[in-house]
């Protein structure tokens, strides 16, 4: 199917394959790690508002 | 703009470290060549003119940094910034100061490393000529990344990062003009006015780019 | 600034309203499995067409890496173009998510360029018999790398990301006002060391068999870049409320 | 001449530091900022000399004309005598005043000999600034501001390092910069002997921050 360049065809699709995978994790973990990070912090009373939810505003929470 | 440039090169003379570092700097990779290349006298004069140049290059490079930074921690740059009429004008008069600090020493030293490398005297000639023409445009480059640098620690590294790639047509039309100088085929005056013509684009860049950085000196 | 940023210049409407973290985060959520799915298709398609392609006479099977370098080239350099216009959305409009945007698409562009790099130099082995040949444009894509490299490790440098903004933006555009000095530089210094031969690398005369294949690669490329970088943003928004609520311990 | 500020409120990165600062000095007049370290006298005082951006209020320095309430422009009418001295160690005080003096542009301010004398340091001329003691620095670092002549002073813990005698001297000073029509804006721990002044006391803000908003998309 590649002829005699196969030794060259099939690393180059690898290689991109495995590049783009790497990109995909990489950002998929960085969101979910993050997302466990604020859930944390937040639990922990540091919330976003902080004195800012005491004034009357309309302080939506997501 | 001529005051600052008084006091620069006062400061420097006085203080006396800078040029002396570059040039320094400069003997030192000149002098590792050899040794990676071999004594060979004649493969040397050929490879001379481009050992040359990347260690005038490297040298002004790793003085870059030192721009901006003095002032900042003495506290200057802030009433610089605060002073200057046109703060291009200011930038435009530290890179000068500077060059004339530590890119000038580099093209004096040139003769007598090249003579140590057996570049034939027109190779030195040439590669003093274009160095002379070069060097600037390194220096203005530089003013934008040493302006960004100046606040953090080991801002020197990431100056010779951010301007290494910006510099490399100097590089080239530098070394292309000596070839031309020294080989009959190869034109001169061609590479040679188009480095000038890059360090007058970098004269308006870079420093534009440096007095944009510092208008807000953040920090 | 002076007070009168905001009429600076009046942004066209639905861009000012994404300029709010919020309801950016609530569209990349909506869009953003669209987007890879379209992505998924799209590079299914291309793939297909390429290996249904006929051999090309000259250089083989070979061809089919070039659909993969040259649309990675080209994203490189798509991807750097998102960067310069960023870097003006920081400096010019003051938009809020321009410095979010631009540190985003660092390093998708970085890989991009390596990309390009590997599957460059896969495809002219079999060629020259070399991994790496001096080439007028795989030289130039090795410079942009460097650029790549030096702006994110100056946005790793400066340690909070709003005072990091405009140096990275004004560099970011430094850098792109000087990328085609150096491609005229390199492209000089290619002519005159390299014997015409070896530059036999530009690409062969297209005829469509190829091209179709190769455009919608380059389509592919393009939509899996959005939907990394609109995630990637989305991270990078997250980071900087994590960095808000960390601040906001310690101040306690 | 007024130097006006109306809310002006400044970020550090994403932390509000300053919020809602108001003030208008007229010829004469004086502000003394205090504050614990940390309540953001330094960032209040840089962004009055335009050297931080504003993130919201209005700066004027009435009377100037044009682009007199633009910071980037008026500040070229100010004085900032920041934390640091702005002295080249290498160089002697005469050279260091001399280069200040030229860059400043004022042509009516005192002489170097006459600046000298005025912080009773008229023997140090023509050491080099490395050779003094850090009040000395001080006193030769407040002689910038009289070898060029600005209506506006900004000065920024101008007593530190100083001693007693020292102080009443710089009070002095400021008293004539006054006499003569300056506005004087000073962060100080310690009382400067000043007189009627406006303080303006300012409290460290540590919940409020620039990122609500950026977070929680009240407005574009």
Redesign the interface.
Same mark, same amino acid.
């Given at each position: 199917m590649?002829? &005699?360049?196969?030794a060259?065809?099939l690393?180059? %699709?690898a290689?991109?394959l495995v590049?783009?995978v790497?990109?995909?994790v990489w950002?998929?973990l960085? %969101?979910r790690s993050? /997302?466990r990070?604020?859930a944390r #912090?937040?639990r922990?009373g540091?919330s976003?508002?902080?004195? &800012?939810a005491d004034r009357a505003?309309?302080?939506?929470t997501? | 703009m001529a005051a600052l440039l008084g006091r620069e090169l006062r400061v420097a003379l006085k203080a006396g470290s800078g040029a002396l570092m570059g040039v320094l700097f400069f003997l030192a990779v000149v002098t590792v060549f050899p040794f990676a290349i071999g004594p060979d006298l004649n493969q040397l004069g050929r490879l001379g003119p481009a050992i040359l140049w990347i260690g005038a290059l490297l040298a002004s490079l790793l003085g870059l940094d030192r721009l901006f930074a003095l002032d900042r921690e003495d506290g200057s740059l802030d009433v610089l910034v605060l002073e200057a009429h046109p703060l291009m004008a200011t930038v435009i008069a530290k890179c000068l100061a500077h060059w004339l600090v530590s890119g000038l020493p580099l093209i004096l030293a040139t003769p007598l490393f090249g003579v140590m490398l057996n570049v034939p005297p027109l190779g030195i000639a040439a590669v003093m000529a274009t160095l002379a023409a070069g060097t600037p445009a390194i220096t203005f480059i530089g003013a934008a990344a040493a302006a960004t640098a100046a606040a953090l620690p080991r801002g020197g590294l990431l100056v010779a990062v951010l301007t290494l790639p910006l510099t490399i047509p100097v590089l080239i039309f530098g070394i292309t003009a000596t070839n031309g100088a020294l080989f009959d085929p190869d034109p001169f005056t061609a590479p040679f006015l188009i480095l000038l013509a890059l360090t007058l684009f970098s004269a308006v860049l870079g420093p534009l780019a440096a007095a944009l950085m510092l208008r807000h000196s953040a920090e | 600034m002076n007070q009168d940023t905001q009429t600076l210049s009046p942004a066209p409407s639905w861009w000012m309203r994404l300029a709010n973290p919020?309801r950016f985060m609530t569209f990349a959520d909506r869009v953003i499995p669209w987007l890879a799915g379209l992505a998924a298709i799209v590079a299914a398609v291309g793939l297909w067409l390429g290996f249904s392609a006929p051999?090309d006479y000259q250089q083989?099977?070979?061809v089919?890496?070039m659909f #993969?370098?040259v649309p990675?080239a080209w994203l490189a350099m798509m991807c750097y173009s998102v960067m310069s216009l960023s870097a003006l959305g920081t400096l010019v409009w003051r938009h809020p998510l321009a410095d979010v945007s631009l540190r985003a698409a660092a390093p998708?562009g970085a890989?991009f360029t #390596?990309?390009a790099l590997?599957?460059g130099s896969?495809?002219g &082995?079999?060629m020259w018999g070399t991994w790496w040949v001096w080439d007028a444009r795989l030289t130039s894509v090795l410079v942009l790398l460097i650029i790549y490299l030096g702006l994110i490790a100056l946005a790793r440098a400066i340690e909070d990301p709003v005072q990091a903004a405009k140096p990275l933006a004004i560099m970011t555009l430094v850098g792109f006002i000087n990328i085609p000095i150096i491609k005229f530089s390199v492209d000089w210094w290619n002519t005159l060391h390299q014997p015409a031969s070896v530059s036999r690398f530009a690409r062969p005369a297209m005829d469509a068999a190829f091209l179709y294949p190769l455009l919608v690669m380059a389509l592919a490329y393009t939509l @899996?870049f959005f939907t990394?970088h609109i995630?990637?943003m989305?991270?990078e928004i997250?980071?900087r409320?994590?960095r808000?609520?960390?601040l906001? /311990?310690a101040g306690? | 001449m007024r130097f006006e500020a109306d809310t002006l409120s400044v970020n550090r990165g994403l932390r509000r530091v300053v919020q809602d600062v108001s003030f208008s000095l007229g010829e004469g007049e004086v502000l003394t900022v205090t504050g614990a370290n940390g309540a953001g006298k330094s960032t209040l005082l840089r962004a009055l000399c335009g050297l931080l951006p504003l993130a919201a209020g209005r700066l004027r320095l009435a009377g100037l004309g044009e682009g007199e309430d633009d910071p980037l422009i008026f500040r070229e009418h100010l004085h900032y005598l920041g934390p640091q001295n702005a002295m080249k160690a290498a160089l002697s005080i005469r050279e260091n005043l001399a280069f200040w003096r030229d860059f400043s542009g004022g042509s009516d301010g005192l002489e170097i000999e006459q600046a000298l004398r005025a912080v009773e340091l008229p023997h140090v001329a023509d050491l080099p600034f490395s050779y003094l003691s850090t009040g000395m620095r001080r006193r030769v670092a407040i002689c910038r501001l009289l070898v060029s002549k600005k209506p506006v002073w900004i000065v920024d813990e101008p007593t530190s390092g100083l001693d007693r005698s020292a102080s009443e001297l710089f009070a002095g000073l400021c008293r004539a910069h006054c006499a003569d029509g300056g506005i004087l804006v000073a962060a100080t721990h310690l009382p400067l002997g000043l007189g009627k002044a406006q303080t303006l006391a300012m409290e460290t803000l @540590?919940?409020? @921050?620039e990122? +609500?908003a950026f977070? +929680?998309g009240?407005e574009a």
């Open positions: 590649f002829g &005699k360049h196969a060259f065809i690393p180059a %699709y290689i991109t590049v783009a790497a990109l995909v950002i998929v960085g %969101y993050r /997302q990070e604020i #912090l937040e922990g540091a976003r508002h902080g004195r &800012k505003s309309s302080g939506e997501r | - | 919020t051999e083989g099977a070979t089919l890496i #993969l370098h990675a998708i890989a #390596l990309l590997v599957t896969l495809w &082995k079999p @899996f990394l995630m990637n989305r991270n997250l980071a409320r994590i808000v609520l960390k906001r /311990q306690r | @540590f919940t409020v @921050f990122g +609500d977070f +929680d009240e």
